[in-house]
């Protein structure tokens, strides 16, 4: 009985839900005009709203019926909405107390910002047609529509702050992941047998927007907290993913701007504590005993990446190069989303993926030492699973998990200082050795003392 009157009365509970939606769309119009001191009697407001919003909500109701209704109301909405506009607009152009000026002459054609209410209203038509279909959709989108209504302020400021550059930035970073990224094949190409199985075009593709996409955030963070904040944080992010791509990203930005040097060494100094903090997380995942045996090393290493990044920062704060490169020096660059600098690093990445495999197979499954070693050339994630596997399994001792983890971390941090001395040149590889010293010894002393 009560699922037969909630049936019955559901077309009221709609008609209530579109009443609601369009006078929450119309009182922000409404406030909206009273802010702007609109005077004009033609403005809508929200009882205006509420009844298009029943209108709506009605022409679905009776769609049924007249199948052809919600587009009759939606275009003789349109028609109305485009009279009410051309009036007002031929009252601004005549001013007070002139109401000869045709329609027709009145030239410039109106801001596109002039239009908003109008648009909101045919929206909001929609909405109510909506509400009769999917309710939590409609509520959705009307809660969107008034987010976007009342942010004009803040847009207006954006508008004014934000360059070209950036806009176009942004796009191909959007195009990048949402169009190119989807269509790449997401299985391992069949090469000659050495090399079987070991290549993902969209690994490829996803490590090198990993680079071009930790200098887009270190643009944005850059432009919004300054040179050193930014890039840190950037470092902090990109070091969830990818402490290699965020070694790449930031010698670019520091060979590009010398002046940027310190913030990119300390950006990148903060991902490799990220990275060892992740290899620590794998680790207790897979096999719980291995990772309290990594506990101690692991964090002794986080500690000293942290150290050598404090100690960035404090020279930095001293440096007036560096305090004059904090207003935001990095908007220097032509493009924030850099995708041509990003792909040559992609060219050396399958070129040590395929290094890596060929070291593994010629070297043996028996030399798990020499295996780490080549697997971290490429990755450390993958060599952390596969040992943290193979202990679980009982195949190795802990000890023997342990030292092929930490080897595997060790060749990473060559790979990894490399390709900064080649991406950042040597100022910054050189900063970058020697923030990975520290973390290093530190490592090896806890793994000699604990094994």
């Known amino acids: 009985?009560?699922?037969?009157?909630?049936?019955?009365?559901?077309?009221?509970?709609?008609?209530?839900?579109?009443?609601?939606?369009?006078?929450?769309?119309?009182?922000?119009?409404?406030?909206?005009?009273?802010?702007?001191?609109?005077?004009?009697?033609?403005?809508?407001?929200?009882?205006?709203?509420?009844?298009?919003?029943?209108?709506?909500?009605?022409?679905?109701?009776?769609?049924?019926?007249?199948?052809?209704?919600?587009?009759?109301?939606?275009?003789?909405?349109?028609?109305?909405?485009?009279?009410?506009?051309?009036?007002?607009?031929?009252?601004?152009?005549?001013?007070?107390?002139?109401?000869?000026?045709?329609?027709?002459?009145?030239?410039?054609?109106?801001?596109?910002?002039?239009?908003?209410?109008?648009?909101?209203?045919?929206?909001?038509?929609?909405?109510?047609?909506?509400?009769?279909?999917?309710?939590?959709?409609?509520?959705?989108?009307?809660?969107?529509?008034?987010?976007?209504?009342?942010?004009?302020?803040?847009?207006?400021?954006?508008?004014?702050?934000?360059?070209?550059?950036?806009?176009?930035?942004?796009?191909?970073?959007?195009?990048?992941?949402?169009?190119?990224?989807?269509?790449?094949?997401?299985?391992?190409?069949?090469?000659?047998?050495?090399?079987?199985?070991?290549?993902?075009?969209?690994?490829?593709?996803?490590?090198?927007?990993?680079?071009?996409?930790?200098?887009?955030?270190?643009?944005?963070?850059?432009?919004?907290?300054?040179?050193?904040?930014?890039?840190?944080?950037?470092?902090?992010?990109?070091?969830?993913?990818?402490?290699t791509a965020v070694t790449l990203a930031m010698g670019e930005q520091a060979r590009r701007s010398p002046s940027l040097l310190r913030p990119a060494v300390q950006g990148a100094l903060l991902s490799y504590g990220v990275m060892m903090l992740r290899v620590l997380l794998v680790t207790m995942i897979v096999y719980p005993p291995l990772g309290m045996h990594l506990l101690v090393p692991s964090l002794l290493m986080v500690g000293g990446y942290l150290a050598a990044a404090l100690l960035v920062m404090r020279r930095a704060a001293v440096s007036e190069q560096d305090q004059a490169s904090d207003t935001g020096h990095a908007v220097s660059l032509s493009n924030p989303f850099e995708i041509l600098p990003a792909l040559k690093w992609g060219v050396l990445y399958i070129f040590v993926v395929l290094t890596a495999k060929l070291a593994r197979t010629y070297l043996g499954v028996r030399g798990l030492y020499l295996a780490s070693a080549a697997a971290g050339l490429a990755d450390v994630d993958s060599i952390v699973v596969a040992s943290s596997k193979l202990t679980q399994q009982g195949g190795e001792p802990l000890q023997v998990g342990v030292i092929s983890i930490w080897i595997a971390v060790a060749s990473n941090t060559v790979v990894k200082t490399g390709m900064a001395w080649w991406s950042g040149g040597r100022a910054y590889g050189l900063r970058i050795l020697l923030g990975h010293l520290p973390a290093l010894l530190l490592g090896v002393v806890a793994i000699v003392f604990l094994l």
């Open 1 to 243: 009985m009560a699922t037969g009157m909630f049936l019955e009365l559901r077309p009221l509970w709609e008609a209530g839900a579109a009443l609601a939606l369009g006078l929450l769309i119309g009182l922000e119009r409404e406030h909206a005009r009273l802010e702007a001191a609109d005077q004009n009697p033609a403005a809508k407001g929200a009882r205006t709203f509420a009844l298009i919003a029943l209108l709506g909500y009605a022409s679905a109701l009776l769609m049924p019926m007249v199948p052809a209704l919600p587009l009759l109301t939606v275009a003789g909405l349109a028609v109305l909405l485009s009279a009410l506009h051309l009036e007002k607009v031929r009252r601004q152009a005549a001013g007070p107390g002139d109401e000869s000026t045709p329609t027709s002459q009145l030239l410039p054609l109106p801001r596109g910002e002039d239009i908003t209410t109008e648009v909101a209203a045919l929206l909001v038509a929609l909405l109510g047609m909506l509400v009769r279909y999917q309710l939590g959709v409609a509520v959705m989108l009307a809660l969107f529509c008034v987010v976007v209504l009342i942010s004009k302020p803040w847009m207006r400021k954006l508008a004014a702050q934000v360059q070209r550059n950036e806009l176009v930035g942004t796009l191909q970073l959007l195009l990048a992941l949402l169009i190119v990224l989807p269509v790449v094949p997401d299985r391992a190409l069949t090469l000659f047998p050495p090399l079987e199985g070991v290549l993902n075009p969209r690994s490829v593709v996803l490590f090198v927007l990993l680079i071009a996409g930790v200098g887009y955030a270190g643009y944005v963070l850059t432009r919004i907290l300054g040179a050193r904040r930014g890039l840190s944080l950037a470092g902090l992010i990109g070091g969830m993913t990818s402490s």
